[in-house]
């Protein structure tokens, strides 16, 4: 386990905004920061990310947390990976034994693949630059692109030697198994347990993610061999930690500058985003060729809402300008197209031309979308069939737009050059989108169903669940605990001298709350509110001590998602809204809030013993005793009912 001086060293230095910032575009509002959530399918800002507490919450789908968490749910990290990368990121030393035998055995399996990726990515880089080989074959091969050797560092291309199994007994030699070799897709496995490289004799473009891991390769033939072959690329296939719908070539590299211009640029293929890059373009991925998933669209949406598709100008080019558009344009996205010149794509044009020259001929020939589509499908179309079909699928492309002002705007448009009655096309339109909610509502019933019918279904998988306190008495259990993390450490009892010992006592929120329920031998549902407490009652006397800090810093995931948690509304909220629910001092509210909560535990002890007697009417003995334990907790309920300033009749 990582000590607690190494993770309070990340956690000082780790910057929440900093840190968001390589997933989410944020935007500063107040004193706080606000971006689209990664963790739903967010159409409106709804993440904020408060830099002077350090956490995130989204006021949507309610996900909240640190640094520490925001990196271990979006990345899909255990808590020692996510502390890892944040080290990492800040570059603070993590002084770890070596592992044992059994320990490697234990790591699981994505992690051994993320891990075989990158030594294999170090391993074709090695090649590309000191291997005879690499450097005649692959190294030639970047040098006629005019690719520099910046630009080559920067995406970390290699080469993968011709020898059939070179890169498999490199990897066995340094010590990682066939089994990862296969599962990341580097290596195929034949019938008599020989590995084959799947990249032999190819150049490579490692796939990054979001945060820089690398989860695929591509590779592509260079000899003699391509003439003829379709299939000059090859990929990676699926895996445990690469899905080519969820990726996009080059986001990694391209974020930063996504954000800052507000802009991305989708073009097809590796070499398209490495030169325009070389080129000073820098907000630029790729799709590789595949239509565009909700996946890719959402991540892009975090950082811009503006996209340009540049294309070949040719048939192809204009094919791939129309594949995933209407989901674009579903997603929110201001969607624009560029064909370049006859015989250029964006490699051949970013090596002609400055980042300036360039930026500045997207801004004057870039066309709406919606406008270029109208113009491919209905120039020179003159079968009314045909070119009814058409309309309709420009229209179609308009009925996806969420917003009602753009639809109507290019309504107007579609009817200005198509000539077609506005009428007749709005009235299509809303066919369309009554026709598109209907088959949403239909799935979403149809889910429900599925969704209603395993939930019935009984399952080896789901134990009978233990009896539970009531749901009142669980939120008084947050209240009090909520409070120890917040203000564990006031004093709120000072010098206030003992009746019957005449000591002067002292005490601050978690002592008192230790103290009060002990008095009861009460103690709380949840096993972490119990643990809370009662470190924070042993730490109140360390020098410094903040149960905040503490508790939201704390090397046990499960306690600093918690008080992270019990604090986000308080660090999030402005402090006029806070002040409303203070009480007028802080031991009042201490006090109240641990009466009440003793009674709620009593309202559920009668309820359960009313269930009790009506079940005991033919038991003499168990009924008067009901009866008699009924009578006590109700005058207990009653005194409790007057110190909270209650009166309840019986």
Request: charged share 25%; hydrophobic share 40%.
């Amino acid at each position: 386990m990582i000590d607690r001086n190494t993770i309070d060293r990340i956690m000082d230095a780790a910057n929440i905004v900093d840190v968001v910032s390589e997933f989410v575009a944020l935007k500063k509002k107040g004193t706080s920061y606000k971006g689209l959530c990664p963790f739903h399918d967010d159409t409106t800002p709804s993440f904020s990310v408060s830099p002077v507490k350090g956490v995130y919450k989204c006021f949507a789908c309610g996900e909240s947390g640190n640094a520490v968490k925001f990196v271990m749910r979006h990345e899909q990290m255990t808590y020692p990976e996510a502390l890892r990368w944040l080290a990492n990121k800040y570059h603070i030393e993590i002084r770890e034994r070596e592992l044992t035998s059994e320990e490697r055995q234990a790591e699981n399996d994505r992690e051994s693949m993320f891990i075989v990726n990158e030594w294999a990515a170090n391993y074709f880089k090695q090649i590309l630059h000191n291997d005879v080989d690499g450097r005649a074959i692959g190294m030639q091969y970047f040098r006629s692109r005019g690719f520099r050797d910046d630009i080559i560092e920067k995406f970390q291309l290699g080469f993968c030697l011709s020898q059939r199994n070179a890169m498999a007994q490199a990897a066995r030699e340094a010590g990682y198994k066939d089994e990862y070799l296969v599962k990341t897709g580097l290596c195929f496995q034949r019938d008599n347990g020989d590995l084959t490289d799947r990249f032999s004799g190819r150049v490579i473009f490692p796939w990054m993610s979001i945060s820089g891991k690398v989860t695929a390769f591509g590779g592509r033939l260079l000899d003699s061999r391509t003439k003829g072959v379709q299939q000059k690329y090859v990929n990676s296939p699926d895996s445990d930690i690469y899905h080519k719908e969820r990726e996009l070539y080059g986001i990694y590299q391209a974020k930063k500058a996504i954000a800052k211009y507000d802009l991305v640029y989708m073009v097809e293929g590796y070499t398209d985003v490495i030169a325009m890059h070389q080129c000073g373009i820098e907000n630029v991925v790729a799709n590789s060729g595949t239509a565009l998933s909700f996946h890719q669209i959402r991540m892009l949406h975090r950082f811009t809402s503006n996209i340009v598709l540049l294309y070949d100008g040719d048939e192809a080019g204009i094919h791939a300008a129309m594949r995933g558009t209407d989901m674009l344009l579903s997603e929110g996205m201001n969607v624009k197209v560029l064909l370049l010149p006859d015989g250029d794509d964006p490699d051949s044009f970013s090596r002609k031309h400055t980042a300036a020259d360039f930026r500045d001929y997207i801004e004057k020939h870039q066309t709406d979308f919606i406008v270029f589509k109208i113009n491919q499908m209905l120039n020179g179309v003159t079968d009314p069939m045909k070119r009814s079909e058409a309309i309709n699928s420009i229209v179609k492309s308009i009925s996806v737009i969420k917003d009602h002002i753009v639809r109507a705007t290019y309504i107007r448009e579609c009817v200005n050059r198509t000539g077609v009655a506005e009428q007749t096309l709005i009235a299509q339109m809303n066919r369309m989108i009554f026709s598109d909610r209907q088959q949403a509502q239909k799935e979403q019933q149809l889910n429900s169903q599925q969704a209603a019918t395993e939930a019935e279904t009984p399952t080896a998988a789901a134990p009978l669940q233990p009896a539970t306190p009531s749901q009142q008495a669980s939120r008084m259990e947050e209240m009090i605990i909520q409070t120890v993390v917040r203000h564990g450490e006031e004093i709120i009892i000072d010098n206030v001298e003992n009746e019957e010992t005449g000591e002067t006592i002292t005490m601050n929120v978690a002592q008192y709350i230790s103290y009060d329920l002990a008095l009861d031998n009460l103690s709380f549902s949840n096993d972490i509110f119990n643990q809370i407490l009662s470190e924070a009652v042993e730490h109140s006397s360390d020098p410094g001590f903040k149960a905040e800090e503490y508790f939201t810093r704390h090397p046990d995931i499960n306690i600093s998602a918690m008080a992270v948690n019990l604090c986000v509304d308080r660090f999030l909220l402005s402090k006029s809204m806070r002040e409303k629910n203070e009480y007028s001092t802080l031991r009042d509210k201490v006090i109240h809030m641990l009466l009440d909560y003793r009674m709620d535990i009593v309202e559920q002890k009668l309820k359960d013993l009313r269930q009790q007697l009506s079940k005991a009417i033919n038991d003499t003995e168990q009924m008067m005793n009901a009866m008699g334990e009924i009578k006590r907790l109700q005058d207990l309920r009653n005194i409790l009912a007057k110190r909270l300033g209650t009166d309840i009749i019986v």
